[in-house]
C-alpha cells in the first residue's frame, strides 16, 4: 500500500514538473498564460498551501520571466517608456496589495454549515475566476498592431487608462501571484500602440518587476520557503520560456493563444467544481 501511495507522488510530481515546462513554454510563445498555471500546479500536484503557493509563485514567474524578457531584449523587443508608464502604477500596486490588503483577509472568512470559507479557499476560487476571465482574452480574436515605429500613448486618455490597467494588474499579482500577462499585453497594444511582439517584451520586464516586488514584500514566509524544490521548479520553467522564446519565429503565437485559452478555462472550471462541490 505504501509503494502505491509513493508512487502515485511520483506521478504527481511528474505532471506537476511537465507542467512548470509548459508554464515556461506558454510564456516564451505568446508571453502571457502561464504564469496563472503555477499556483494550481503547485497547490494541486505538490499539495503546497495556496498561500505559500502564491508566494512560490512569485519567485517563479520573476525568474522565468525575467529570461524571458531578456531574450527579447536583445532582439530590441522592449518599449521603455510604456514599461514605465505602466510599470510604476503596477508596481506600486503590489507593494501596498501585498502589504496591507492581503493580511486584512481573516483565516477564516465565514462558515455555512459545514462549509467554510477559509482564506487559502478564498485565494483558490478568486484564482480559479481568474483563469476563467484570463481564458476570455485569450480565446477572442484580437487585433494586432503591426506598425513597427510607433508612439506611446498618443492621447492623455491612453496615459491614465493605461496607468489604471497598471494598478489592477499589480493588485492582481500581489494578491495571487499570477503575472497578468494577459492583462497587460492587450493593454500595450490597444493602448500603447505597440506591436504585438514588443508588447510581450514589454509585459515580461513588467512581470518581472511585479513578482519579485511581491516575492520580496513576503520576506516572513521565506524561512518556509523549500529553495531546492523552487530551484528545480524554476529551472524547468526556465527551460521552458528559452524553448519557447527560441520556435517563436516559426509558430505563431497568436494561433497557440486560443487554445492555451481553452485548457485554462477548463482548469479554472474543474478548480471551482473540486472545491465546491468535491470537498
Same mark, same amino acid.
Request: glycine share 10%; hydrophobic share 55%; proline share 3%.
Given at each position: 500500500m505504501?509503494c ?5 507522488v511520483y ?7 511537465i ?9 516564451g ?15 494541486y ?6 498561500l505559500i503557493a ?5 519567485f517563479?514567474?520573476?525568474?522565468t520571466s525575467?529570461v ?5 531584449a536583445g532582439?530590441?523587443n ?6 514605465l508608464?505602466?510599470?510604476i502604477?503596477s508596481?506600486t500596486?503590489v507593494?501596498l496589495?501585498?502589504?496591507f490588503l ?11 454549515g459545514?462549509?467554510i470559507?477559509?482564506?487559502?479557499l478564498?485565494?483558490?476560487?478568486l484564482f480559479?475566476v481568474?483563469?476563467?476571465i484570463?481564458s ?5 480574436d484580437q ?5 513597427e515605429?510607433?508612439?506611446?500613448g498618443s492621447?492623455?486618455y491612453n496615459?491614465?487608462s493605461?496607468? /489604471?490597467?497598471? =494598478? $489592477?494588474? #499589480?493588485c ?6 499570477a *503575472?497578468?500577462g494577459?492583462?497587460? &499585453? ?8 505597440l506591436p504585438?511582439k ?5 509585459s515580461l ?11 520580496w514584500r513576503d520576506?516572513q514566509l521565506?524561512e518556509?520557503?523549500d529553495w531546492?524544490f ?7 520553467? /526556465?527551460?521552458g =520560456? $528559452?524553448? #519557447?522564446?527560441s520556435?517563436?519565429?516559426?509558430i505563431? *503565437?497568436?494561433?497557440?493563444?486560443? &487554445? ?15 472545491e465546491?462541490?468535491?470537498?
Amino acid at each position: 500500500m505504501w509503494c502505491i501511495v509513493r508512487g502515485n507522488v511520483y506521478k504527481m510530481e511528474i505532471a506537476g514538473f511537465i507542467g512548470a515546462f509548459l508554464m515556461g513554454l506558454s510564456l516564451g510563445l505568446v508571453g502571457s498564460g502561464g504564469s496563472i498555471l503555477t499556483v494550481p500546479i503547485l497547490v494541486y500536484l505538490f499539495y503546497i498551501d495556496t498561500l505559500i503557493a502564491t508566494t512560490y509563485s512569485l519567485f517563479i514567474v520573476g525568474i522565468t520571466s525575467l529570461v524571458g524578457a531578456t531574450v527579447r531584449a536583445g532582439a530590441g523587443n522592449i518599449h521603455w517608456p510604456a514599461t514605465l508608464v505602466f510599470g510604476i502604477p503596477s508596481l506600486t500596486a503590489v507593494y501596498l496589495t501585498r502589504s496591507f490588503l492581503l493580511p486584512l483577509i481573516p483565516p477564516v472568512i465565514f462558515q455555512l454549515g459545514d462549509f467554510i470559507l477559509t482564506k487559502s479557499l478564498f485565494l483558490l476560487l478568486l484564482f480559479a475566476v481568474l483563469m476563467l476571465i484570463a481564458s476570455f482574452f485569450m480565446v477572442r480574436d484580437q487585433e494586432e498592431t503591426t506598425e513597427e515605429n510607433t508612439t506611446l500613448g498618443s492621447t492623455s486618455y491612453n496615459l491614465f487608462s493605461l496607468s /489604471i490597467k497598471g =494598478i $489592477l494588474a #499589480g493588485c492582481i499579482t500581489g494578491l495571487l501571484g499570477a *503575472g497578468g500577462g494577459f492583462l497587460i &499585453i492587450p493593454a500595450l497594444v490597444l493602448m500603447a500602440n505597440l506591436p504585438m511582439k514588443k508588447a510581450v517584451g514589454t509585459s515580461l520586464v513588467i512581470i518581472t518587476a511585479n513578482s519579485f516586488m511581491g516575492f520580496w514584500r513576503d520576506y516572513q514566509l521565506h524561512e518556509l520557503i523549500d529553495w531546492r524544490f523552487l530551484v528545480y521548479f524554476s529551472t524547468i520553467a /526556465i527551460t521552458g =520560456i $528559452l524553448t #519557447g522564446s527560441s520556435i517563436a519565429h516559426k509558430i505563431s *503565437g497568436e494561433r497557440l493563444k486560443p &487554445i492555451f485559452g481553452y485548457f485554462i478555462l477548463l482548469m479554472g472550471a474543474f478548480i471551482i467544481f473540486k472545491e465546491l462541490f468535491l470537498r
